[in-house]
């Protein structure tokens, strides 16, 4: 017995070896000779008219679920790999949900945590998958389509009350620097007129002159009296303050600001998400914490910290993932915000060892890497920044991509939309109109399927104490099935590379079997001898 059960470990241990040491298939690398991207001098935005219109489609596409690991093979590989990586942080716990703000990344006695953990170890084999599937692991980053959330951290936000109060106060100098324009408007006037009358009278009129002088600087009265009610009723600014939790409802936060409710990064991420949309403010001049909105408009939600360590505990707990994070939408000062940023990535995505798992770029015409280079080389985050980029100091890190450089946003063209028929007729258009073809670079493209809600139609729910009709979750809901699946199918052909799929309440909807559907024409493409993109 103790001969037969040596024979079958030893035939396990045999066939584990052979499955690691299976051949690597590699797609033939295909030269481009074409215009290299550039990068702006300013971030540009374009936003074409068009006049065409077209009707909603309903043609569905081929629905393919995401794939699993479900290979035998890959399943020896973990276990006999499995024991190789460092022990994980307490804190990290696949089977465990984190909560809102409830992710330390501070040891008790309040000093920060070593940066990234060891990841689990990846491992090569032909039975790879990448991003849950194996036939684009041999595809170019910038061959791959990728499902993304709109603002993805805007869930149990709270509305900025102190921004708004502060909003307020500052509207006592508004108050006192009208009273001085009205003020020396009335002198200057007075002064000239009287003037003017004194030398076009007689002397013996000059009492007149006299008399319309005291009239007239007797209005600057109305100018003391102005800034008196302006600045009085300042003292709404403190009411407000105080009761400004109570009047903002709670359906109000959902309705108007919350894109992925009730669905943390961390759950995101296990659903297969894999481009983060992140948009930061700074909270009481100190905190970096997750916005949505700007000024007195905004409302706030979990802190950068906790987005963070989500994320870094997903990627290591995943080791065959590839991710993309944008940090987009921003509230503050740029330089303040974009030190932050820098600072907040190179903790958080550090390995002990010292190396980044972040894919550096040393110039904008290096090939982008496959999938399977940059999951062997555990580099399997890409950072795109908007208006932050311009603001880093010399000399930027090769890990930052400015992110109009290489794509376009769909909010660049259809952000007037309010309606899912203004939406598709946009996306419509702008798919016929097709690249151009001056031999400039072509930008990579994206659906982003997101609706604006006009400032005036919130205002005439709230006169009337109603919820508004136009909210993201109902407009999200009809925005990301039939329509998705129509506009993805018309679209895919017109342009070179559709680089991602980016959606409110990404559950509720068709993102999955578009981004799949995407990436098998992606894999059908590159086999037939198509680059799709040049870099």
Same mark, same amino acid.
């Given at each position: 017995?103790?001969?037969?059960?040596?024979?079958?470990?030893?035939l396990?241990?045999?066939?584990?070896?052979?499955?690691?040491l $299976? #051949?690597?298939?590699?797609?033939?690398?295909?030269?481009?000779? =074409?215009?290299? #991207?550039?990068?702006?001098?300013?971030?540009?935005?374009s +936003?074409?008219?068009?006049?065409?219109?077209?009707q %909603?489609?309903?043609?569905?596409?081929t629905?393919? *679920?995401?794939?699993?690991?479900?290979?035998?093979?890959?399943?020896?590989?973990?276990?006999?790999? =499995?024991?190789?990586?460092?022990?994980?942080?307490? &804190?990290? &716990?696949?089977?465990?949900q984190?909560g809102?703000?409830?992710?330390?990344?501070?040891?008790?006695d309040?000093?920060?945590?070593?940066?990234?953990?060891?990841?689990t170890?990846?491992?090569n084999s032909?039975?790879?998958?990448?991003?849950?599937?194996?036939?684009?692991?041999?595809?170019?980053?910038?061959?791959?389509?990728y499902?993304?959330?709109?603002?993805?951290?805007?869930?149990?936000?709270?509305?900025?009350?102190?921004?708004?109060?502060?909003?307020?106060?500052?509207?006592k100098?508004?108050?006192?620097?009208?009273?001085?324009?009205?003020?020396?408007?009335?002198?200057?006037?007075?002064t000239?007129?009287? +003037?003017?009358?004194?030398?076009r009278?007689?002397?013996?009129l000059?009492w007149?002159?006299?008399? %319309?002088?005291?009239?007239c600087?007797?209005?600057?009265?109305?100018?003391?009296?102005?800034?008196?009610?302006?600045?009085?009723?300042?003292?709404?600014?403190t009411?407000?303050?105080?009761?400004?939790?109570?009047?903002?409802?709670?359906?109000?936060?959902t309705?108007?600001?919350?894109?992925?409710?009730?669905?943390?990064?961390?759950?995101q991420?296990?659903?297969?998400?894999?481009?983060l949309?992140?948009? @930061?403010?700074?909270?009481?001049?100190?905190?970096?914490?997750?916005c949505?909105? /700007?000024?007195?408009?905004r409302?706030?939600?979990?802190?950068?910290?906790?987005?963070l360590?989500?994320?870094? @505990?997903?990627?290591?707990?995943?080791?065959?993932?590839?991710?993309?994070?944008? %940090? &987009?939408?921003y509230?503050g000062?740029?330089t303040?915000?974009?030190?932050?940023?820098?600072?907040?990535v190179?903790?958080?995505?550090?390995?002990?060892?010292?190396?980044?798992?972040?894919? #550096?770029?040393?110039?904008?015409s290096?090939?982008?890497?496959?999938? *399977?280079?940059?999951?062997?080389?555990?580099?399997?985050?890409?950072?795109?920044?908007?208006?932050?980029?311009?603001?880093?100091?010399?000399?930027? #890190?090769t890990?930052?991509n $400015?992110k109009?450089?290489?794509?376009?946003? =769909? %909010?660049? /063209?259809?952000? &007037?939309?309010?309606?899912?028929?203004?939406?598709?007729?946009?996306? /419509?258009?702008?798919?016929? $109109?097709?690249?151009?073809?001056?031999?400039?670079?072509?930008?990579?493209?994206?659906?982003?399927?997101?609706?604006?809600?006009?400032?005036? $139609?919130?205002?005439?729910s709230?006169?009337?104490?109603?919820?508004?009709?136009?909210?993201?979750?109902?407009?999200?809901?009809?925005?990301?099935?039939?329509?998705?699946?129509?506009?993805?199918?018309?679209?895919?052909t017109?342009?070179?590379?559709?680089? *991602?799929?980016?959606v409110?309440?990404?559950?509720d909807?068709?993102?999955?079997?578009?981004?799949?559907?995407?990436?098998d024409?992606?894999?059908?493409?590159?086999?037939?001898?198509?680059?799709?993109?040049?870099y």
């Open positions: 017995m103790s001969l037969i059960y040596s024979v079958y470990i030893l396990l241990a045999t066939g584990s070896i052979l499955c690691i $299976q #051949p690597v298939s590699a797609t033939a690398a295909i030269e481009y000779k =074409g215009p290299i #991207p550039r990068l702006p001098e300013i971030p540009f935005l +936003n074409p008219e068009f006049g065409k219109s077209y %909603f489609g309903t043609q569905k596409l629905r393919k *679920r995401q794939s699993k690991w479900d290979t035998e093979c890959l399943w020896k590989q973990e276990q006999l790999f =499995g024991g190789l990586q460092g022990s994980i942080d307490s &804190n990290s &716990n696949s089977n465990k984190l809102k703000r409830g992710t330390s990344n501070q040891y008790g309040g000093s920060m945590k070593r940066r990234a953990v060891n990841a170890v990846a491992v032909t039975g790879m998958l990448c991003n849950g599937r194996s036939d684009i692991c041999d595809l170019r980053y910038n061959q791959v389509t499902p993304g959330t709109h603002n993805s951290a805007t869930y149990e936000l709270e509305y900025d009350c102190d921004e708004s109060v502060e909003t307020c106060l500052e509207t100098s508004v108050c006192e620097a009208q009273a001085q324009s009205c003020t020396a408007g009335w002198e200057t006037r007075c000239k007129m009287s +003037n003017t009358c004194l030398d009278l007689p002397n013996w000059h007149l002159c006299g008399a %319309f002088t005291s009239a600087e007797s209005t600057e009265q109305f100018c003391l009296g102005w800034e008196e009610i302006c600045t009085s009723s300042l003292e709404m600014c009411l407000w303050g105080s009761a400004c939790l109570q009047v903002i409802p709670d359906w109000a936060l309705c108007l600001w919350e894109n992925q409710p009730n669905h943390l990064v961390s759950q991420l296990n659903d297969g998400i894999r481009f949309d992140l948009g @930061t403010c700074f909270n009481n001049n100190s905190e970096v914490v997750m949505h909105g /700007y000024g007195a408009q409302a706030i939600g979990d802190t950068l910290d906790s987005v360590t989500q994320i870094v @505990t997903f990627m290591n707990e995943n080791p065959y993932e590839v991710l993309t994070i944008e %940090f &987009n939408e509230d000062d740029t303040q915000m974009s030190a932050a940023l820098v600072e907040k190179i903790q958080y995505f550090t390995l002990p060892s010292g190396e980044m798992m972040l894919w #550096p770029r040393s110039s904008l290096e090939a982008w890497p496959t999938l *399977r280079t940059m999951i062997l080389a555990n580099k399997r985050i890409v950072i795109f920044m908007s208006g932050t980029y311009w603001a880093i100091p010399p000399p930027v #890190p890990w930052a $400015q109009d450089t290489w794509k376009l946003d =769909g %909010f660049d /063209y259809c952000s &007037n939309d309010t309606t899912p028929a203004q939406l598709n007729q946009t996306y /419509y258009a702008w798919c016929d $109109q097709g690249p151009p073809t001056d031999g400039s670079f072509i930008q990579w493209q994206q659906i982003d399927i997101n609706l604006a809600i006009l400032e005036s $139609q919130i205002v005439d709230l006169k009337k104490a109603e919820i508004p009709e136009l909210c993201i979750e109902p407009l999200a809901k009809e925005s990301n099935g039939a329509l998705l699946v129509a506009l993805a199918d018309y679209c895919y017109r342009w070179p590379y559709w680089f *991602r799929v980016r409110n309440d990404y559950w909807g068709e993102v999955f079997t578009v981004v799949n559907h995407f990436n024409m992606n894999v059908a493409r590159v086999k037939a001898g198509d680059s799709i993109t040049p």
